[in-house]
């Protein structure tokens, strides 16, 4: 019966719900629930989860129909799919489905395949064993006369998702999307401080994928990008000019260097060209690498979705062969609860990659000392 309540209130708040995002993680939270078995699939827990996806899926169509950009038609394809997934969970055997519903079923996967025309482009080229120039150059025709910059980063997201089957394209290929990166670079350092949020994204995509596609001109925008000032931007600059062995600016590597979310990640692309001399001496220690390392971390959209506002290292302990940088922080991002908001919570950060937090507040795990609080978290969380 509590399994039940649980499953009937978490559909209740998905049904009220108009935010798309937040709608695929609450989907994601009952998909978890079955999987850890705290939701028992009983015959009747079958038909509410059942019921409720088909019900969500007659709407998807007048949905997309409405939405009014390609971002907001991505959330709803998001949500659909793991629509999908759920109720291949809930029915591991299609034939307990009515003939009804497995119709709704397969005219919301026809719609799927119909209006995520960019993603199945992208997919249908990578599915090939020789990538055809002709299918390429539909691909970019569709994109250049498309007005919506979200929908024109989805190339850059795709290339990046089929990373090694780049080095396998037909130079002929190869060198239509290099002229047209280098052209859409071009256009994207022009719009400067007009870069919409969807646009930078595409920008940012596109500096990290242009190590695929490096010529003259894309060296050079991605030097020009680097002076418009956003550190992600400079980052993912730095990672393909690295890569075509260029040179970099020290003044672009001490404002990285400065910056935490980026530090970390910047001492180890400099490492992997041999170039940490560059990493500036007085940043270049295991307490400060850490805390990079955390923070950027924390800044993914499943944790606080941005930096937080306060960090302060608490100290070091070993785990066996593994060395923990313990820190607590503070921050006022939404994917924290009300009680966790603004007070000092605990992560921390490990010469194995180990960057975690469970974000635990650390007055429960204050000792008075550094010393005992870092024991005392060793032997509760560690």
Request: hydrophobic share 35%; charged share 30%; with cysteine.
């Amino acid at each position: 019966m509590a399994e039940t309540n649980l499953l009937t209130s978490l559909i209740s708040d998905i049904k009220q719900n108009n935010d798309y995002d937040e709608k695929t993680q609450m989907i994601a939270m009952i998909y978890a629930f079955l999987k850890s078995k705290r939701i028992k699939l009983t015959d009747s827990n079958k038909a509410l989860i059942s019921d409720f996806i088909i019900s969500e899926m007659k709407s998807i169509g007048s949905l997309v129909a409405e939405a009014k950009t390609y971002k907001e038609k991505s959330l709803i394809f998001m949500y659909t799919d793991k629509l999908f997934a759920l109720i291949m969970t809930v029915h591991q055997n299609p034939a307990e489905i009515s003939l009804k519903n497995m119709e709704i079923i397969k005219n919301t996967s026809q719609l799927m395949e119909k209006e995520m025309h960019i993603e199945k482009a992208i997919d249908d080229i990578f599915s090939q064993k020789i990538v055809s120039i002709v299918d390429v150059k539909n691909l970019l025709k569709t994109l250049s006369e498309s007005t919506d910059e979200y929908e024109k980063g989805l190339l850059y997201a795709g290339l990046l998702h089929y990373r090694e089957n780049l080095p396998h394209l037909l130079e002929s290929s190869k060198e239509e999307l290099s002229s047209y990166i280098a052209a859409e670079m071009v256009r994207y350092i022009n719009l400067r401080d007009a870069l919409n949020e969807d646009a930078e994204d595409a920008l940012e995509h596109a500096c990290d994928i242009c190590k695929y596609f490096i010529n003259d001109s894309i060296k050079a925008s991605l030097r020009e990008v680097m002076t418009l000032g956003k550190n992600n931007l400079s980052f993912y600059s730095v990672s393909s000019l690295l890569a075509a062995n260029e040179e970099i600016p020290q003044d672009i590597i001490n404002t990285l260097a400065g910056d935490l979310i980026y530090a970390d990640n910047l001492y180890g692309l400099l490492h992997q060209h041999n170039k940490t001399e560059r990493f500036p001496t007085e940043l270049a220690n295991e307490e400060y690498l850490a805390k990079s390392d955390l923070v950027h971390w924390l800044t993914y959209p499943t944790e606080l979705g941005k930096a937080p506002d306060e960090i302060e290292y608490i100290g070091k302990t070993d785990v066996k062969k593994e060395s923990f940088h313990i820190f607590k922080f503070k921050s006022d991002s939404d994917t924290l609860s009300e009680e966790q908001k603004n007070k000092w919570l605990i992560g921390w950060s490990s010469n194995e990659g180990g960057t975690f937090s469970n974000f635990d507040e650390y007055e429960k795990f204050d000792k008075g000392t550094s010393e005992k609080t870092v024991k005392y978290i060793k032997k509760k969380l560690l």
